[in-house]
């Protein structure tokens, strides 16, 4: 075969330059935050967590508002909207890659009303159903800080319910995964036909309600890294790394501050401090093999961002990413008035097997007040994040440019508060203040600077009133 100069000129050309192979597109789902509550009854009152009056010995005063089939804004997850959730996965994707659950199985409600054994058996209920509904697929599962007993206080390494979960699990894990979380809660597996390897951690040893470790004084070298997990993540991704895999991280509990809680220049956190900065150290550090984390526990629907460790705010550049996928319980938070509630969802993500690159993320929701009054669950799609926010990728440059225009575009900005509560709340009850909260809470995972960012916002707004009152002053003493 004869092959011109042009030809070979041409070929020359494609072969100098630098190429990314691309894979198929899969999809896998996230799910999070179900908090099956197993005592929810539609006889129950809507402020004693839809619970049977008499079951918990209260008298009702005047008529109480009937909590519906599939929820109650007040209350947790009753077993029919925690089924039509899984029904409803199945049906718009009922073959994905692989499902991500990111834990807080049971109920807001007192320990009084728990045991290490009813913990158990809520987390086998929803093992149960996601493997009844998705058989072949592999899911990787985390826990949550309701999913031990007493809540919150799960000690660093072994327990008991971890080992009783892992065999529940053990249907999707592999022997060394398996190990592993029974070891400490923490795993990572190769995803199978794909370039992605995802890595689960354990959020709830560096939780700052959990006692274990957050009573450790700073100079206790097991305060330092409780469990070694910190070593334990900087071996797995100088691994994968080397083996050129693209890492999802996963976990419950995410870093920075809760975007909703408005009482203090400071906000709500999660993680202790000093895990929160060596969390951010340890992105920053391995950002090249992170493609994207997924983490819950809000039960909204938000991003984060993280950046190299310029000093200025200028200079700095986005390395990596965190999505937060909404809960399926649609439970009115008692953090503070304006934390609120929300619709129950869940979500699909599109992803490239070779580059790991997130293509697309879909999130799907159910109307429950809807589905109440009809009595019947018609999950629908709320949205695709490309679409209503005009992405071409979905990447750590092109979220923090949406972040950017989130600040100054209202109209942009009711969009992302519309799915921030999964389209319950009406964004026009979020002001200048909560706006500037959510700016702050997605650019800066950083506690200092997530207080500075809030407090200059702040600032500058007092000083734009007292300039305005300044003058209006001056005129009245003319």
């Known amino acids: 075969m004869m092959v011109t100069q042009l030809e070979v000129v041409l070929l020359a050309v494609l072969a100098s330059c630098p190429h990314q192979a691309h894979g198929r597109i899969g999809t896998f789902w996230h799910v999070s935050d179900f908090h099956l509550d197993p005592n929810y009854t539609v006889t129950g009152v809507t402020d004693n967590m839809c619970w049977d009056m008499e079951r918990v010995k209260r008298q009702s005063r005047g008529e109480a508002r009937a909590p519906g089939e599939f929820g109650d804004y007040e209350c947790d997850a009753p077993l029919a909207l925690v089924k039509s959730a899984v029904a409803a996965m199945a049906n718009f994707q009922p073959n994905p890659d692989f499902i991500l659950w990111t834990g ?82 923490r795993y990572w597996e190769d995803v199978e036909g794909s370039n992605v390897t995802v890595v689960a951690v354990n959020t709830l040893i560096w939780y700052k309600n959990n006692l274990n470790t957050a009573l450790l004084p700073d100079d206790d070298p097991l305060a330092k890294d409780p469990d070694g997990q910190f070593q334990w993540l900087d071996d797995i991704l100088r691994q994968l790394a080397a083996r050129k895999r693209k890492v999802y991280v996963i976990g419950h509990i995410p870093p920075g501050t809760f975007e909703r809680y408005q009482q203090t220049r400071e906000g709500f956190h999660w993680y202790q401090p000093r895990y929160n900065t060596r969390f951010m150290e340890v992105v920053r550090q391995h950002a090249s093999v992170i493609e994207a984390q997924f983490f819950a526990h809000h039960h909204t629907d938000s991003f984060r961002l993280f950046f190299n460790d310029a000093k200025s705010q200028e200079a700095r550049s986005p390395v990596s990413y965190q999505l937060l996928v909404p809960g399926v319980t649609p439970w009115r938070s008692t953090l503070s008035k304006e934390t609120g509630a929300n619709n129950p969802g869940i979500r699909l993500v599109s992803y490239d097997t070779i580059t790991g690159e997130v293509t697309e993320v879909s999130t799907y929701y159910l109307d429950l007040e809807a589905a109440n009054r009809l009595g019947r669950a018609e999950w629908k799609l709320e949205y695709n994040f490309t679409f209503v926010y005009n992405l071409k990728a979905i990447n750590p440059t092109t979220l923090y440019n949406l972040a950017k225009k989130l600040k100054n575009d209202h109209f942009l900005f009711d969009r992302y508060y519309t799915a921030n509560t999964v389209s319950l709340e009406d964004p026009s009850v979020c002001k200048a203040k909560c706006r500037r909260l959510h700016w702050c809470a997605i650019t800066e995972v950083n506690y200092t600077r997530f207080y500075e960012c809030n407090s200059a916002m702040r600032l500058s707004c007092h000083w734009a009133f007292c300039s305005i009152l300044a003058i209006l002053l001056a005129l009245v003493a003319r």
């Open 104 to 185: 807080d199985d049971t109920a807001h409600v007192d320990d009084k009303f728990f045991s290490s054994q009813t913990v158990v058996q809520i987390i086998a209920r929803l093992t149960d159903e996601l493997h009844r509904v998705f058989p072949n697929t592999i899911v990787f599962p985390v826990l949550g800080n309701h999913d031990y007993f007493p809540k919150n206080q799960i000690p660093p390494g072994e327990s008991e319910i971890q080992t009783q979960v892992a065999g529940l699990w053990s249907r999707w894990f592999s022997r060394s995964a398996l190990d592993s979380f029974k070891a400490g809660g």
